[in-house]
Antibody, heavy 120, light 110 residues
Framework: QVQLQESGPGLVKPSQTLSLTCTVS??????????WSWIRQPAGKGLEWIGR???????HYNPSLKSRVTISEDTSKNQFSLKLTSVTAADTAVYYC????????????WGHGTLVTVSS | QSALTQPPSASGSPGQSVTISCTGT?????????VSWYQQHPGKAPKLIIY???QRPSGVPDRFSGSKSVNTASLTVSGLQAEDEADYYC??????????FGGGTKVTVL
């Protein structure tokens, strides 16, 4: 059973960089056929896909966030990470990491989510 | 890219059926059979209930079914049960390695 767990600061100041890590257990992030994605959800609002990374290190980003997002991986720790720069209050949300089935585009395993608040 | 359009709410009595629409364009819903649906209870992570338009993951009751016509996908929940009260989100591949979600529909079991 694959499990994902988000971790990182719950409070980030405006204009700073949001950094989160997703630790994966029960499966390797280098396994072929899977992408590893970040998705966020502002309170009371819908889901927004942020981007994904493949085991080889290739990445794809939501065009609306691409200029501020970097997703990377640490295969030795079976983790992947999100960095979002120049944050504002609009970036306040619950951030989820999820497993994304490559070439089929759906998320079958999700983390529990972590709330990140952008505030001074 | 714009979010897919879903009605904000839908409701039905126990045992009845409810259908939720998810409208996109020929660049997303209409262009690919990569529509999926997620159920989200309050305070919980979304759960996959339909993928590739009409496929159910193992363990998802067959009360949940999906379909697509042109640029609109639909999720039908038959034989509504109290535990089906939740938010439902559609998503679709949108080309160029992009993915888009719908705004969500809150289903109330009356």
């Amino acid at each position: 059973q694959v499990q994902l767990q988000e971790s990182g600061p719950g409070l980030v100041k405006p204009s700073q960089t949001l950094s989160l890590t997703c630790t994966v257990s029960g499966g390797s992030i280098t396994s072929s056929g899977y992408y590893w994605s970040w998705i966020r959800q502002p309170a009371g609002k819908g889901l927004e896909w942020i981007g994904r990374i493949y085991g080889s290190g290739s990445t794809h980003y939501n065009p609306s966030l691409k200029s501020r997002v970097t997703i990377s991986e640490d295969t030795s720790k079976n983790q992947f990470s999100l960095k979002l720069t120049s944050v504002t209050a609009a970036d306040t949300a619950v951030y989820y990491c999820a497993r994304d089935i490559a070439d089929r585009v759906f998320f079958d395993y999700w983390g529990h989510g972590t709330l990140v608040t952008v505030s001074s | 890219q714009s979010a897919l359009t879903q009605p904000p709410s839908a409701s039905g009595s126990p045992g009845q059926s409810v259908t939720i629409s998810c409208t996109g364009t020929s660049s997303d819903v209409g262009g690919y059979n990569f529509v999926s649906w997620y159920q989200q209870h309050p305070g919980k992570a979304p759960k996959l209930i339909i993928y590739e338009v009409n496929q159910r993951p193992s363990g998802v009751p067959d009360r949940f079914s999906g379909s697509k016509s042109v640029n609109t996908a639909s999720l039908t929940v038959s034989g509504l049960q109290a535990e089906d009260e939740a938010d439902y989100y559609c998503s679709s591949y949108a080309g160029n390695y992009n993915l888009v979600f719908g705004g969500g529909t809150k289903v109330t079991v009356l």
